[in-house]
């Protein structure tokens, strides 16, 4: 199957995009071309892997000027056939099975999967069913564990803070409540971060329920000491203390922006707008950090297919490309800590998380 002697990679995206997914696979084409390998491109994720298969050759031409450009050249699949395994199921019929069987058919010394918890937690099953995969980590939600650092995360950053400068000054024309909702499913990293970047008044995050009438007194208190407009940010899986995060259709979280603003309109009698800032995080450009940060994976990525490392993921430890068990990335996520350092200056700075009176 391979063309000539050289050895085969692929890669492939999975789930949701994110801002440097082509800068990986840049970055994947050039450091395998460089060692002597080619590069197959999946398409559609894992599930270009299953039935008619659906995969492309990739060479140094396919990525020219792809570098700074967003989402993914290889599609991606959210979902598709990849549920938790079914043990039961024959081996014509098991996703998972079936995926192995294609990597060896198409002859991969490697997979490098890119993607987010739910991308190498399907990596780790198929390693454990005999494939050579490579994890490299993925989101802008910031989440996924034994990584300090997915790619993604600062661009979406970038965005919610400027959207945030933003909406400071028309918030402050009008006298009103701003709330932005930012993304951030299970954890608040992107709530937190542009929060303190962007100096809202208030941070609200699913690690810490809030109370809706501690985040109104913060407004009255900030308007009877003369601050006649706020801004709160609040990730779209944050909660009401004793109530559960909002959704708006099939599983997909929304809503907690615009109840905040109702709350807020009620109970300070301001005026409220609500900005979702949505997909935005997710499309466009990389920052020049997430360009790095994506090429360094993709070329650690190589290496470890070079050396034989399967069932592992790239990471970013202490500024360092290392690689660690996909093991440690599957399972659990990494939250924001209540009590971490960021957490405390935010409240050094009197930003309200709405857990206190
Ligand atoms: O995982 C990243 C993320 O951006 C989450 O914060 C968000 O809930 C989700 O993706 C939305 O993804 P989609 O609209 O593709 O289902």
Redesign the pocket.
């Known amino acids: 199957m391979t063309t000539g002697k050289r050895k085969r990679i692929g890669v492939l995206t999975s789930?949701?995009?994110?801002p440097g997914l082509n800068a990986v696979i840049r970055a994947v084409v050039k450091a395998a071309s460089g060692r002597g390998f080619e590069v197959l491109g999946i398409e559609y994720g894992f599930e270009g892997l299953l039935g008619e298969r659906t995969y492309r050759m990739l060479t140094n031409a396919d990525v020219q000027g792809l570098l700074p450009r967003g989402g993914t050249m290889l599609r991606t699949t959210?979902k598709g056939h990849f549920g938790p395994r079914n043990a039961a199921l024959s081996s014509e019929e098991d996703p998972y099975q079936l995926a192995v069987k294609s990597i060896h058919e198409l002859d991969l010394s490697g997979l490098i999967t890119i993607g987010?918890e739910g991308t190498q937690r399907i990596a780790l099953e198929l390693y454990k069913l005999g494939a050579p995969v490579v994890g490299v980590p993925k989101?802008?939600?910031n989440?996924l564990a034994g990584t300090d650092r997915t790619f993604g995360f600062d661009t979406?950053l970038q965005v919610a803070t400027d959207a945030i400068d933003r909406l400071h000054t028309t918030a402050a024309s009008h006298n009103r409540v701003m709330v932005l909702e930012v993304?951030?499913?299970h954890t608040g990293w992107?709530a937190l971060h542009s929060g303190l970047a962007g100096g809202t008044d208030a941070i609200l995050i699913p690690e810490i329920p809030f109370n809706i009438e501690y985040v109104a007194n913060r407004i009255r208190e900030r308007e009877q000491r003369g601050s006649t407009f706020s801004i709160i940010v609040v990730a779209?899986?944050a909660r009401p203390m004793g109530g559960t995060e909002m959704y708006i259709a099939d599983g997909?979280?929304g809503g907690i922006g615009h109840w905040i603003g109702d709350q807020m309109q009620k109970l300070t009698e301001k005026d409220t707008r609500v900005v979702v800032l949505?997909?935005l995080?997710?499309g466009g450009s990389p920052s020049p950090y997430d360009r790095l940060l994506s090429t360094r994976y993709g070329a650690a990525a190589v290496n470890a297919v070079a050396h034989g490392v399967f069932g592992e993921m790239v990471a970013l430890r202490a500024e360092e490309i290392v690689t660690v068990p996909l093991a440690e990335a599957c399972g659990h996520l990494k939250t924001v800590r209540p009590h971490s350092d960021l957490v405390l200056c935010a409240r050094a700075l009197g930003v309200t998380f709405g857990d206190e009176p």
Do not use: P, S, V, W
């Open positions: 789930g949701g995009d994110a959210n987010g989101t802008i939600d989440d979406a993304m951030g499913r992107i779209e899986g997909r979280l949505g997909h995080q997710r």
